[in-house]
């Protein structure tokens, strides 16, 4: 009881627009668990962004766009105690992806994995979103080697010869 408690209290502190991304984010993280448990991840990676292979990379951010993604990275870490299905770190990751392109933030989304010692899971995988230089969903990335980067970016480019 206490704890439903603690979970309404927290609910009614959020702010209106805090609501409304809660609201709409329910149906959608089911949406999301549902495509990602049943279409192949070549499907799923093209709402990720534009692939830059295991590159590190950074996008640069003003103040104003980097206390939005901290609002939706923190929404984000709390919507996950609240759904009945599992809302893991690439359905967070997604949510977050969807949320910073409504409003033009730049980020960028890692995928990663480590090596266990443990036979029954010998590799785990985790996904976690950076805005400027700052993760603010997929917190306990640091043990992952990063395999994959997506970006909302275009100034990428691979840099070869000028003529």
């Not at 409304?20 to 962004?49: A, E």
Request: charged letters at 15%; proline letters at 4%.
């Amino acid at each position: 009881m206490k704890k439903l408690l603690h979970k309404l209290k927290t609910l009614w502190h959020l702010t209106w627009r805090q609501k409304l991304w809660f609201v709409s984010f329910y149906p959608l993280s089911g949406f999301i668990r549902f495509c990602i448990l049943t279409l192949p991840f070549k499907v799923i990676s093209r709402w990720l962004g534009k692939h830059f292979s295991n590159n590190q990379l950074s996008v640069l951010v003003s103040e104003s766009q980097m206390q939005r993604a901290r609002e939706i990275g923190s929404l984000i870490a709390i919507f996950e105690k609240y759904t009945p299905w599992k809302t893991n770190c690439l359905v967070q990751a997604i949510l977050c992806r969807i949320l910073l392109g409504y409003y033009h933030i730049p980020y960028i989304i890692y995928l990663g994995t480590f090596m266990t010692k443990d036979q029954n899971e010998p590799m785990k995988a985790h996904a976690w979103v950076s805005v400027g230089s700052k993760v603010i969903a997929g917190r306990g990335y640091q043990k992952f080697v990063i395999v994959s980067s997506f970006t909302s970016c275009n100034y990428f480019q691979k840099m070869g010869p000028t003529n």
